[in-house]
């Protein structure tokens, strides 16, 4: 598997300034350019380390879920990296090792390992390769159903995940699906989509679901609203709630993103998150 890790730095002097940089109320397109030394945040109780905040809950933007893309110095990490009791999250790693301790169990995730952290889980991570680990953070508030419970927290793979191929594209089309898609109990899925160049969404997708979408691998074109944006490996793109979406694939590799959405829950009468 190939995933696109940040290098930070800072554009040349001699560089132009126009990007594809984009925020509107429907979508918003962050090119990887932006992810520069300059704009890196730091959190208490952490080692070593520096994060690209992609999303959080604003008006205007993302309001279900935050994501980060976090760098961890070999060494580095945290005895307490979540202060929210409330909220639940995945781990991706696209770079490096972390390892993932929870409930004292030591978990090892290599390059395109995955865990998801239930809400209120007690849990380490640390950065244990010879480069710096290298994930992303996807975080969001749990909403808890009365006689439901909660989902237990759970580490796999990209690798160890057989892609599940949309009906009548040949293979062209397949989504990576690390919970049961049936399991009620998950209010978010962060899958992988993966597209065979040439390959496409053949529709517009209008739908209640906020995304937000990490280029792993590739190229493609995306259908965002009205305008059709070229993005490549290391762009983030958000998408609010009814955003039109669809995409071709350009070559001459997979075109590969990280995927968001909340699911399985009514529609709130009103504002529930904040």
Known sequence: MSYHVPTGGLPGQHELTTDRSVVTDAYAVLPRRTMSDITASLLPHWDDMRMWILA??????????SQYLVEVQPGGGSERPEDDPRAEAVLFVVGG???????????????GGYAYLAPGEAYTVRSTGEVPATFHWVRKNYQAVDGLDAPESFVTSDAEVEPSVMPDTDGRWATTRFADPTDVRHDMHVNIVTFQPGGSIPFPETHVMEHGLYVLQGKGVYLLNQEWVEVQAGDFMWLRAFCPQACYAGGPEPFRYLLYKDVNRHAPLGRLFG
Do not use: S
């Open 97 to 111: 090792q972390l390892t993932v301790t929870i409930a004292g169990t030591a978990h090892v995730l290599d390059e």
């Open 56 to 65: 959080r809950p604003l008006t205007g933007m993302a309001e279900t879920f």
